[in-house]
């Protein structure tokens, strides 16, 4: 039964393995299609901007344990379109980034604020935000860094 079994199986899930791996198939998710912030269709429902960062870069130096450190990425919407940013995330619990709700114009300014918290963090700290926009490409990373020295004991 065991012999059946698998002589059987084994071939069907490689065929369905490799039948499924056939990007010429209507429905199945490409490379450019992730990359692409536009649908799968190549039409999207919001206009697409542009967004330039003053310095995607923010090193901190170097802080004592415990310390929060705080930096504003300042940006311009350089595109046509209203900017529209819909999320900004952190490599970690301890970067937390806030960003503009509300839709900036073409030529407007803002900023990601981000706020990293050393506590319980000693050591060279390497952190990033991830911003999510109506842009091409679709994120874009900033960086935080420095160096977290040890509370004295």
């Known amino acids: 039964m065991l012999k059946h079994f698998t002589t ?17 198939k209507s429905g199945n998710i490409t490379p450019d299609m992730v990359n692409n912030s536009a ?23 170097e802080v004592i344990e415990g310390e929060r450190v705080s930096h504003s990425f300042q940006f311009t919407n350089t595109g046509k379109n209203n900017l529209v940013i819909t999320n900004a995330a952190g490599s970690c619990g301890c970067t937390v980034p806030e960003w503009p709700k509300a839709p900036i114009p073409p030529n407007g300014k803002g900023s990601i604020d ?17 911003v999510y926009a109506n842009t091409e490409p679709a994120t874009y990373k900033l960086f935080v860094k420095g160096n977290v020295k040890p509370q004295a004991k």
């Open 8 to 24: 059987y199986l084994i071939p069907l899930a490689a065929l369905v393995f490799v039948s499924s791996c056939d990007e010429k």
């Open 114 to 130: 981000v706020v990293f918290n050393s506590e319980g963090r000693p050591g060279v700290a390497n952190k990033t935000v991830t």
């Open 39 to 61: 649908s799968a269709d190549g039409k999207s429902d919001t206009p697409i901007s542009t967004i330039k960062f003053e310095a995607d870069t923010f090193n901190f130096g």
